[in-house]
């Protein structure tokens, strides 16, 4: 079944807490963390870390890729056991419990990748492994829905209790998720990035949602890169760099020039300053009338030598389906795609990438990397037909080829062979660069390059992208982030509704004029309802 349910908020009632007012947050912590440490083979995770939070208190904890952030929260939730140190719940130490001693102990962590099952409705996702029985020991679905509407409802908002799972848009699924743990009355809440996946009208939910659940008491772990949202929902702040605690202070005592000084070391600037004094060559890439039902409609642009063109637009404007269609993933009805001024019909990436194309996918994990195999071997995966002779592999000539790259990229990693699953996020999108540039590709198509990337690895690959024009590569920017594509962008196209809605000077450009040509027309359009 396919839900058509809305994410509006239904009002928030009282307001939420002042996080300034420290009377607002008791005295005594609700979860405290002391002294962690923990090493694996090659490197120390985290060392000497200690960490506390309040009831009805938003915590927010950040840090670069790798500064130790996954492993301290999954040792909070008792997935991870630490090497030294010690945990305790209101007081009680906690340090030889696991996961569903944890759980019991009211600690619940929402996971990026959610952890639901698809194939069952939300409240049996939200219940799952500890339904509601009835007295003759099945599972009492009545019950298990009725319970599920009231948890629904105190995170104010509305959908289906008995939709699929898998035909809920993201955002409903987060909060399926997030019922669920409350379901397992949750005194601690732990959201590892939460609003990866959300803009708009879904991240004023996701905050709305954060607020009502600190208002009920509940101490609220929120992991970010997203240094606003800590300034908009954050009582207090910890920063953690290279696996060690930098500092914890009160978000309104601190400032984002702050915040990325302790987590990077060092000031990075504007971080959305232009690059601009770049020179364009010939035209490398064209697309006309590109067509594909109602996704791509009569899409036409150029894309030149030493350019970065920038595709802007909302959530399901035809962005990354225009990706996939160039570099031959997804067919497309009509149209035509010249690529150094000769007509192809590119049947996959292989011939793409063959060509001189290259595509950083969207999804990085899904579609951009191996997980079970190395490093080396994920950067080696688009060269391997090239760094072939006679049917046998160069194996010397491709290894100091993926180095010299992984050196360029600047991977933080103890050895190339060890497996990119168990590397930050950041470091594994540099991985899919490198498979990329390995190619030597004259096209470059990035698709949200920095999702889910830390600030010091935004400000690498901003000075990669900068680097690769200024040596004539042609770059195709797919954002969200309108500053993202303002900074970096020579010209923007603005997409709405699988057109190409304006084109516009990225020197010139606002975030404002962006936005007023990617919402729909029906929705400018729409009369206004009499009250």
């Known amino acids: 079944m396919t839900s058509q349910a809305s994410l509006s908020p239904r009002g928030s009632g009282a307001s939420a807490p002042d996080p300034s007012n420290k009377e607002n947050l ?8 002391r002294n962690l440490t923990k090493a694996y083979p090659g490197t120390v995770a985290l060392r000497d870390v200690s960490f506390d939070l309040l009831s009805g208190e938003v915590h927010c904890l950040i840090g670069e890729n790798g500064a130790g952030k996954s492993t301290l929260i999954k040792i909070l939730a008792g997935a991870v056991i630490q090497d030294t140190g010690d945990i305790l719940i209101e007081g009680n130490s906690v340090r030889r419990t696991q996961v ?3 759980r019991d ?7 990026q990748d959610l952890n639901l099952v698809p194939q069952l409705t939300v409240a049996e996702n939200i219940y799952l492994g500890h339904e509601p029985r009835t007295t003759f020991g099945g599972v009492d679905v009545k019950k298990m829905r009725a319970m599920s509407r009231e948890l629904i409802e105190m995170l104010g908002v509305e959908f289906p209790v008995d939709a699929q799972v898998g035909d809920l848009p993201i955002p409903l699924q987060q909060l399926t998720a997030t019922a669920r743990a409350l379901s397992l009355n949750g005194k601690v809440l732990i959201m590892d ?7 708009g009208k879904d991240l004023d939910v996701l905050f709305d949602v954060v607020r009502r659940l600190r208002q009920r008491g509940i101490g609220i772990i929120y992991i970010s890169h997203h240094l606003e949202e800590v300034f908009a929902l954050g009582d207090r702040v910890t920063v953690l760099r290279d696996g060690q605690f930098v500092a914890t202070k009160p978000v309104s005592e601190t400032s984002k020039d702050d915040l990325i000084r302790m987590m990077v070391g060092r000031s990075l600037g504007d971080l959305n300053k232009p690059m601009g004094g770049r020179s364009v060559g010939e035209e490398v890439l064209r697309v006309e009338r590109l067509t594909r039902g109602r996704v791509l409609r009569n899409i036409s642009f150029s894309l030149r030598k030493g350019e970065v063109l920038g595709i802007a637009g909302l959530v399901g404007a035809g962005r990354t389906e225009l990706a996939r269609a160039i570099v031959g993933l997804d067919h497309f009805d009509s149209g035509d795609i010249y690529f150094e ?11 793409a990438v063959a060509m001189g194309i290259s ?3 969207e999804d990085r994990k899904a579609e951009g990397l191996v ?3 190395s490093i080396r071997a994920n950067a080696s995966l688009s060269v391997l037909p090239r760094m072939t002779r006679f049917g046998f592999i160069r194996f010397r000539a491709l290894r100091e080829r993926i180095d010299r790259l992984a050196k360029r990229m600047a991977i933080k990693a103890p050895r190339l062979d060890m497996r990119v699953s168990g590397l930050s996020g950041g470091n594994q999108q540099k991985v899919v660069l490198a498979k990329c540039l390995a190619t030597d590709c004259k096209v470059l198509i990035l698709d949200e390059p920095t999702r889910g990337v830390d600030v010091g690895a935004k400000v690498e690959i901003y000075k990669l992208v900068d680097d690769l024009v200024v040596s004539g590569m042609a770059i195709l920017l797919i954002s969200s982030e309108l500053p993202e594509i303002l900074s970096l962008s020579d010209r923007i196209l603005v997409m709405s509704e699988g057109r190409i809605a304006a084109e516009l000077d990225g020197r010139t450009a606002t975030q404002e004029e962006l936005m007023s040509h990617a919402v729909p027309s029906s929705s400018r359009n729409e009369p206004e309802k009499a009250a």
């Open 26 to 33: 008791t005295v005594e912590p609700l979860l405290e963390a």
């Open 100 to 102: 569903r001693e944890r």
């Open 105 to 111: 102990l009211g600690i619940s962590v929402i996971y």
């Open 193 to 199: 990035e939460p609003s990866t996946v959300l803009s």
């Open 341 to 351: 001024g000769k007509a192809r019909r590119i049947k996959g990436p292989s011939q």
């Open 359 to 361: 595509l950083v996918p």
């Open 371 to 373: 997980s079970v195999l």
